[in-house]
């Protein structure tokens, strides 16, 4: 990373909106519906899944909940409408988690519902771990009534082992990835090689407790170690799969699915793009400066 990368970086809360929507094309599928299907029919092309993700978080008010449910039952329809290969990922505070747990349970349930009818599964993101405790409560909720809902769980978090196991009647289906969340010693790993170890770990757990793992890295490293777990347990193709971000590192997917593997793409849209964009080009100066070199007419040669 460059000098040039970070200076980008911090200057994105400055940069003219235009801008930064332009440097955040690689990460966003646009604002409309449409425009995800879209992105979504051309990855389903290159052999790839989806799952698409309505952007927002943490309301402040439980009835803002309202669009971010019907947003996500249009979604499920246009799914199963266009007949495209995708699932749909959601965080629990853009429907009220942090403010009402049963306005919460009743939006993911009814949502989860409409999945079911369709044929279609429904992934609960993981956020920060003041919430953990709360979005495996909702989780185990749905599980008594529905088999086709599954969660994420955070490699850099202290307790996640004990969270696998402590799921493990359910043979669940578990997104493991590192974690985005800047968290305290006391309920965190901070040391990049133990998270590391810990997320082959809870994979060699997950596997264990006869539940699929959805491998969610862009580590090289964990991309190699995964697939040597996968293979040691002899797990069919369809048992397991990959996971990483729409628009980051695109040689390492295509060396994934080279290898044999599925491989689903997190597809995210909506008119809460800025948020977002901030977040992914903060995680990847490297993405944000190359952009911006293009903006500017930096390219060189």
Same mark, same amino acid.
């Given at each position: 990373m460059t000098f040039f990368d970070r200076a980008v970086v911090a200057l994105i809360p400055v940069v003219p909106r235009p801008i930064v929507r332009k440097m955040s094309e690689p990460y966003i599928a646009g604002t409309r519906l449409e425009e995800a299907i879209a992105r979504i029919r051309s990855l389903n092309e290159q052999?790839?899944?989806?799952?698409?993700?309505?952007?927002?978080e943490h309301i402040e008010d439980p009835q803002m909940a309202e669009p971010t449910r019907v947003a996500y039952l249009q979604a499920l329809d246009e799914i199963e409408r266009t007949g495209v290969d995708s699932n749909v990922s959601v965080k629990l505070t853009q429907l009220a988690l942090h403010l009402d747990t049963e306005v919460c349970y009743g939006n993911i349930r009814e949502i989860v519902a409409r999945a079911g009818e369709l044929g279609q599964t429904v992934r609960i993101d993981m956020e920060d771990s003041t919430l953990t405790t709360a979005t495996l409560d909702i989780y185990r909720r749905l599980r008594q009534d529905f088999d086709h809902v599954g969660v994420v769980l955070q490699a850099m978090l202290r307790r996640t082992l004990t969270d696998i196991k402590s799921l493990a009647e359910f043979r669940p289906s578990v997104r493991i990835c590192k974690g985005i969340y800047v968290e305290p010693w006391d309920a965190a790993y901070q040391n990049g090689d133990v998270v590391n170890?810990?997320?082959?770990?809870?994979?060699?757990?997950?596997?264990?407790?006869g539940g699929y793992p959805a491998i969610a890295t862009h580590d090289e490293t964990l $991309?190699? &170690?995964?697939? *040597?777990? @996968?293979?040691?347990?002899?797990?069919r193709?369809?048992?397991y799969e990959f996971q990483?971000?729409?628009? $980051?590192? &695109?040689?390492? *997917?295509? @060396?994934i699915l080279a290898a044999g593997h599925r491989l689903r793409v997190y597809v995210p849209f909506g008119e809460q793009w800025y948020a977002y964009s901030i977040r992914r080009m903060r995680e990847n100066p490297r993405v944000a400066g190359l952009v911006a070199r293009s903006v500017l007419g930096l390219d060189g040669g």
């Open positions: 052999g790839m899944m989806a799952t698409l993700d309505v952007l927002g170890r810990n997320f082959c770990e809870a994979l060699e757990s997950v596997i264990a407790a $991309v190699y &170690e995964a697939s *040597r777990i @996968v293979e040691r347990h002899g797990l193709p369809d048992q990483m971000l729409l628009g $980051v590192r &695109e040689e390492l *997917r295509d @060396v």
